[in-house]
């Protein structure tokens, strides 16, 4: 069993999504605890009600760990990973802020801010992006809050402020600027160089990714693709750059 436990996380970092979650579903059989790893999985292949079938099974096997030793961060943690995957975002907020409160762990903060952004991301794919955007930009807005310094908190502001750049709603206006503010200078270039390169002018577009670039210190992962696509459409005496 170690040993096909082993094989499913070879498959699992080698690609083979659906192999891997066929060894840990024979494996869960005997050993519950291979439960959130394959949910986890299933979650990052957009698997979702397999995702939800191993969180529940999860959430079976970590529930009376936790509720034995409930100052355990790494149980709780686990235990909140499982409900966020089985979409029970209250139940999880509420465990990662009781959890806080409980023992003041770092991780447990940007863990609750986390758990917004999965919240978010879900009613996105749920409810539709428009339909979704007034709701997730409140949740967004209280991730940053509590762990703006988180790269998936941070990555989603940046995702969430592209999205939204046309907003006519006064709400979601505020929402914006107050979620720009809360950006570091490089994130903010990012945000307005990307806007402007949807909007074809790409000429202000590549002074501000440029910028980006410059200030970024590696978190903004698709910042260097923009500046090359931008530098690749602007005048020929920039191309070498984009090389």
Do not use: W
């Not at 394959?38 to 939800?52: E, M, N, S």
């Not at 930009?137 to 046309?166: D, R, T, W």
């Not at 945000?191 to 074809?200: A, F, H, K, Q, R």
């Amino acid at each position: 069993r170690f040993a096909q436990k082993l094989f499913a996380g070879f498959l699992a970092d080698t690609g083979h999504a659906g192999d891997a979650l066929r060894q840990y579903r024979e494996l869960s059989e005997t050993d519950p605890s291979v439960n959130l790893a394959a949910a986890l999985l299933a979650d990052r292949t957009k698997d979702y009600d397999t995702a939800q079938r191993f969180a529940k099974a999860a959430i079976r096997f970590i529930e009376p760990k936790f509720l034995a030793n409930p100052r355990s961060v790494e149980v709780r943690l686990q235990y909140a990973q499982a409900l966020v995957l089985d979409e029970q975002f209250n139940e999880a907020y509420q465990l990662l802020v009781d959890g806080y409160n409980l023992t003041p762990s770092p991780i447990l903060l940007t863990a609750t801010a986390e758990s917004l952004i999965f919240r978010a991301k879900n009613l996105q794919r749920t409810i539709g992006d428009y339909e979704s955007l007034s709701k997730r930009a409140e949740y967004i807005f209280q991730a940053q809050k509590i762990a703006g310094q988180s790269p998936l908190v941070n990555e989603a502001v940046v995702q969430f402020l592209i999205e939204c750049a046309e907003a006519e709603s006064d709400g979601l206006e505020n929402v914006r600027r107050d979620l720009l503010r809360g950006l570091d200078p490089a994130a903010k270039h990012f945000v307005e160089g990307t806007v402007l390169m949807i909007n074809g002018d790409v000429e202000n577009a590549r002074n501000h990714l440029e910028l980006a670039a410059q200030q970024s210190d590696g978190n903004l992962a698709s910042m260097l693709n923009n500046l090359a696509y931008t530098l690749g459409r602007s005048d020929e005496k920039y191309l070498p750059r984009s090389l």
